[in-house]
């Protein structure tokens, strides 16, 4: 049944989103609430945003507290919140990266890292995989290989060449004297999540530094503790140049970052965000990088994720060619299409995600409890036998 509320959206809104049957009102720990007051399992939190769950006291007081304090600050002047939000994520983020434009989501962070990539090398082309995504405006877009993103706003920026993922020797065929960057995710997220193989961003992280290119890390999805790592570039002792990050950054507040490396020096005037780190989203990123640390959630993601796997294996899942996973970054390809498991896991109260046409995705929090992810994993065994 329609509510007031979904034909609201629809008549007031711009809808670019398949809709799922469910008026979320209410949020707390991994627990979504509908306006009947029915609670859902939510292994989407936020697409990969809320990896604290929802309505985590730490991230509510800081907000709350900020929000009396000073919501906006413009670039022009510094902040006391600002600066020790960019200290703490230099201290996290891979050691060689030692400065971070702040903006407002990942596709904005992957434009400043384009741009940023342009300046540096005088160089006008990238590199990014085969079914990689990096983002909707117009550059990230360009960045995105896959063609449903692509073909009705073509014509779009050249200069981008798309390899085989995990395929050393097209990668080294592409990269030339005009590559300015290489672009990569560790784990492609909206590809199926594909994990990358450690030889291959060891021959990445090579033929950039010897060819002069920059090799950019997309982390928007994977950072923050999702693979069992706070990034994925730990999993294989990686220092890119630059990295891109967003989503679980404010635990749920809007805020992307660009990190770069020392050598990387771009003039004032050259790139700007009006909102980006502003006081509200930056004291949100400190207290959920703090949370992050405290509660030791890059371990708890590396355990959960390995006893959801483990579990699931218990019985047969006749559906099921693979799971893939890195922490609580979970891909499950079956033999079908996927969206008939999906609106059954939502009548059974949980909601999941696609991640191409027969691969379920889950990014449940990281702070879920071990019995909600029981349930999950009950729900999937009966549908997926």
Known sequence: MTTDYQQLEHEYGVVLAAKRDLVAVRGKGALLYDEAGQAYID??????VAALGHSHPKLVEAVQRQAETLITCPHILYNDIRSKMLKKLVEVTPKNLTRAFLCNSGSEAVEAALKFARLHT???NFVTAMRGFHGRTMGAVSATF???YRDSFEPLI???TYVPFNKIEKLEAAIDDNTAAVMLELVQGEGGVNPIQADYIAAARKLCSDRGALLIIDEIQTGFCRTGKFFACEHFDLQPDMMTLA????????IGATMINADINIDVGLHGSTFGGN??????????METYQDDNLAQRAAEMGAYFESRLAEKPLSQVRVVRRLGLMIGIEIKHKVLDILAQLLERHIIALPAGPNVIRLLPPLIIEKEQLDRVIEVLQELLA
């Open 43 to 48: 292994c989407v939190g936020g697409i990969g």
């Open 122 to 124: 005088r160089r006008p």
């Open 146 to 148: 896959t063609k449903k």
């Open 158 to 160: 050249p200069g981008f």
């Open 247 to 254: 989503k679980a950054l404010g635990g749920g507040v809007p």
């Open 279 to 288: 006081p509200l989203a930056c004291a949100a990123a400190l207290a959920a």
